[in-house]
């Protein structure tokens, strides 16, 4: 008991020193502008392909299969991508159903804690209300 | 110098805690969400929350709708009582104006946020029929 506990120490730095020295790419404007695809193994053009188009003048628009299901703007907030947008709940009603009933556009604010940033891709845990997700994003050339 | 190595550890492991959480994370869904979330994780993500908040306003919608119907009634049959009881307010028959659908509309919408028993729905639901 005692000696996988030990051994689970150096373990554990090891791993979180790989991720950490993974973990170089700064996280400013210009990096975070340009065209990226969520998870879909990294392939920009798949047919059901997320895709967050971040602009440099900071607006950005998210996509499904070349069709934009939410705009609004970024910012940075220490370490931390806030994504204020506006969207019709509506427009998400292949994934639920109910959401049919609501065609209004509305406001939300979702906050992305990037991590193992690299130059053209990097995980992200973001948090909307009491959801929480992770998904991971690579550049689009 | 104990004090910084044991800080250094502990940011180092800061980002593989949050890939740890997120991942135990990933598999909580607090709402209805069914599988097709899964098959896009930003869409995913934001759709759930989007479900909890309409059903949130729903909820809300039902309660304002039930609060001012107890307004109302109370005003119509008088609630308060001595000298604050008002005269009943001339846009208070709106409530009692009401179409059968109308009224049906807003029963379902009363049952639908929990507001009212299956019991209670069910006999006011007969007496708006009933009073076609």
């Known amino acids: 008991m005692l000696r996988s506990y030990l051994l689970s120490i150096p373990l554990t730095i090891a791993m979180t020193g790989l991720l950490s020295s993974t973990a170089v790419a700064a996280l400013d404007k210009g990096y975070i502008t340009g065209k990226w695809v969520i998870n879909s193994q990294g392939q920009c053009d798949a047919k059901n392909a997320e895709h967050l188009i971040v602009h440099g003048d900071g607006s950005f628009e998210y996509s499904r299969r070349g069709k934009a299901d939410a705009v609004g703007f970024w910012r940075i907030e220490n370490d931390v991508v806030v994504l204020d947008m506006m969207t019709s709940p509506a427009s998400f009603q292949d994934i639920h159903a109910e959401l049919q009933e609501f065609a209004e556009y509305q406001i939300y604010s979702m906050r992305a804690m990037p991590v193992d940033r690299q130059p053209d891709q990097f995980s992200a845990v973001a948090s909307i209300g009491d959801q929480m997700q992770q998904f991971s994003l690579k550049r689009c050339q | 110098m104990k004090t910084t190595q044991h800080r250094s550890i502990v940011l180092r492991a800061l980002p593989a805690g949050i890939l740890a959480a997120s991942a135990m994370m990933s598999a909580y869904t607090p709402t209805a969400a069914g599988n097709d979330s899964a098959a896009y994780a930003f869409g995913g993500l934001l759709a759930g929350h989007l479900l909890t908040d309409m059903r949130f306003r729903q909820q809300q919608q039902a309660q304002e709708q039930k609060q001012q119907t107890e307004a109302l009634t109370s005003m119509a049959y008088g609630g308060g009582g001595g000298a604050t009881r008002s005269p009943v307010a001339p846009h208070a028959p709106a409530a009692y104006s009401m179409t059968p659908e109308q009224k049906l509309n ?24 009933d009073s076609m």
């Open chain 2, 106 to 129: 807003q029963l379902d919408k009363l049952a639908a946020g929990g507001y009212i028993t299956p019991a209670e729905y069910k006999a006011r639901r007969q007496a708006i029929l």
